[in-house]
């Protein structure tokens, strides 16, 4: 079998990609770098002239030679690997007739659970913990909750002085365990919206409500800094979905940084790296909650890795899986059962894209170019 063709699928703020084989065979992916497809685009472009005529099945091979071929890297570059990476497995399994789960070594579990990772910030109390009180209704046993500051600057910067952002952060997880009870586990999603001081204020007092994890405190970029708050506070720390090779997960687990890890199928370098991460996450007995912001395809990825892996913590899934908004843009969406996502048996990744899910889901850029600041001005992290 050998690689005959690459082509792009632009649908929302995603980025496909089909590998195509003379055999017929056609393999999905998916790229995770949604701030910049345009680049990411170009990026698959440049590496399809070496994909034609290549063994499909040579995975490993084609992606160290992408990786290596070049000293540049970084997101954009690792993206576009990642997309090429799920389709080729996606091909395989197809080739094989078997899901991609069982080339990785075969299921370590019948399904995989999940958390609502919604998007939605309630303004209100009531609101606030109705909008739990139904994520339960529907079946979740855990969901995220944004704590990582007001989405706009109130009462003269105030809500953003260190002691009233703590207080707030805590009331909100205070009134979101109230209204699920103690059988709800709670992802608490800082994104990487405080200071050191903040983070360890608020995870030292947080820790009565018993959340499962705290998620990027601070910004991943010094890894001492993450290890720091680590030492400081007992709430189990989520961080990596931003890291973009397999090195940054070995120096977060080797200063025993977080508990848990967050590597990205669609960013890191596909299926092929975040295995191999997932086996290092388990040599330092950490857990792994894979990061899925995007599309339909990236869920299927993670899937599959969930299904192969140990040492699974939880799965995110992202607002789109609880409201059917994109289902139209598969053949046969996925399906959410009792708090847990079931495990695709179909031959590769387990979807198909929709032939018209680009007519059906127009292209538009995710993100600008404006930073959020805060009210005094500053420029503040996203």
């Known amino acids: 079998m050998k690689i005959t063709d690459v082509r792009l699928i632009y649908a929302k703020h995603y980025l496909f990609v089909h590998v195509h084989t003379d055999e017929g065979i056609i393999g999905l992916g998916e790229a995770g770098n949604w701030g910049y497809l ?6 698959i472009r440049k590496f399809s002239s070496y994909l034609i005529g290549k063994d499909p099945f040579q995975i490993e091979d084609i992606g160290q030679n992408f990786y290596r071929s070049v000293y540049f890297r970084g997101s954009v570059i690792m993206s576009a690997i990642s997309a090429i990476d799920i389709a080729l497995w996606d091909i395989k399994g197809k080739a094989l ?50 704590v990582n500051g007001p989405i706009q600057s109130r009462n003269d910067g105030r809500d953003e002085f260190y002691s009233c952002r703590v207080e707030e952060e805590l009331e909100k997880v205070r009134l979101c365990r109230e209204a699920v009870g103690p059988d709800f586990d709670l992802i608490l999603e800082a994104h990487r919206g405080m200071t050191m001081p903040e983070a360890i204020a608020f995870g ?41 090779n397999l090195k940054e997960f070995a120096m977060l687990m080797s200063r025993q940084a977080c508990r848990y890890i967050r590597p990205d199928v669609c960013a890191v370098g596909g299926i092929t790296t975040s295995k191999k991460i997932c086996a290092l996450a388990e040599a330092h007995d950490v857990l792994v909650i894979p990061h899925n912001p995007l599309g339909p395809v990236s869920t299927a990825a993670c899937l599959q890795l969930c299904a192969s892996i140990p ?72």
């Open 38 to 43: 345009d680049a990411t685009a170009a990026a």
């Open 97 to 146: 007739g078997v899901p991609v789960y069982q080339l990785l070594g075969g299921k370590t579990r019948d399904k995989i659970r999940v958390y609502a990772s919604v998007m939605s910030k309630a303004s209100d109390a009531e609101s606030l913990q109705n909008s739990y009180r139904k994520l339960k209704e529907m079946g979740f046993t855990a969901a995220k909750i944004f």
């Open 204 to 244: 030292r007092e947080v820790e009565q409500y018993r959340p499962m994890v705290l998620e990027d405190p601070i910004t991943p970029d010094n890894i001492d800094s993450m290890a720091e708050i680590a030492r400081h506070i007992h709430v189990p720390i989520a961080t990596g979905e931003r890291f973009i």
């Open 311 to 382: 040492n699974l913590g939880i799965q995110e899934l992202p607002d789109f899986c609880l409201n059917g908004a994109e289902d139209a843009m598969v053949k046969e969406p996925l399906r959410f059962q009792d708090g847990c996502m079931l495990i695709p048996e179909a031959p590769g990744i387990g979807i198909e894209l929709a032939e018209d899910a680009a007519e059906r889901y127009p292209a538009h850029e995710r993100g600008s170019n404006e930073a959020k600041r805060a009210f005094d001005g500053s420029v503040k992290d996203w």
